[in-house]
């Protein structure tokens, strides 16, 4: 009969270490980038991070005069999503990380696999927090967005959470985690705008 402390290292060499192909995948991928091209990951992180949220609102905010301005539907869905789902993600990420407790793949695997120019903001690596991000914004935006756009904000999704390993910020699973974390959140904030749309006193 296992230990609840061998249980516990079973689980996470299984469901986090995935019998060690996290490690091998993140120095594979972290490797595969030449020192000349670390501006293009550094570039990502920086338009990744939850950062340019305000920026994001700004954006939907002006997308939304327009859209009263021509007689449109203004499209209020895309900006409540965004705003709930953020804040309820970076609570969710915040939690995550005090509770798991995973170190970062430069405390792990040493300063040699470190090559982003900044500290990350957090001594913990699951969830990533550029992911959850991203996450958020796909899910926020995917209802309104065309197949095209749609193929283009998972690209971005996908490269952010690049950027995050060849940093040496994350393990690929921090990045996966992120990403289904930021995109949960969005939809547990939908059943919230959907009862605030069918409000009769929402409608006068």
């Not at 914004?137 to 904000?153: C, K």
């Not at 985690?177 to 749309?197: I, Q, T, Y």
Request: proline residues 7%.
């Amino acid at each position: 009969m296992q230990t609840p402390d061998h249980a516990t290292q079973w689980t996470k060499h299984w469901l986090y270490d995935w019998g060690g192909a996290n490690v091998d995948l993140f120095l594979v991928i972290q490797h595969a980038l030449p020192d000349g091209w670390i501006w293009l990951p550094e570039v990502l992180s920086a338009l990744g991070s939850y950062w340019g949220a305000p920026v994001v609102v700004v954006l939907l905010l002006v997308w939304r005069r327009r859209q009263v301005r021509q007689g449109a539907t203004p499209p209020d869905v895309p900006l409540c999503r965004f705003v709930l789902g953020s804040a309820l993600a970076i609570a969710a990420a915040a939690l995550a990380k005090a509770v798991f407790a995973l170190p970062r793949p430069f405390v792990l695997l040493g300063d040699a696999v470190y090559r982003a120019a900044s500290v990350p903001d957090s001594r913990y690596t699951l969830p990533s927090g550029h992911s959850v991000y991203v996450g958020v914004l796909a899910a926020a935006l995917w209802p309104v967005l065309g197949w095209s756009g749609r193929v283009g904000l998972l690209l971005f999704a996908a490269a952010v959470g690049w950027s995050r390993i060849v940093l040496g910020a994350h393990f690929p699973v921090d990045v996966i985690a992120g990403l289904a974390l930021g995109w949960a959140c969005v939809a547990a904030a939908l059943p919230c705008r959907s009862r605030k749309s069918i409000n009769p006193r929402s409608r006068r």
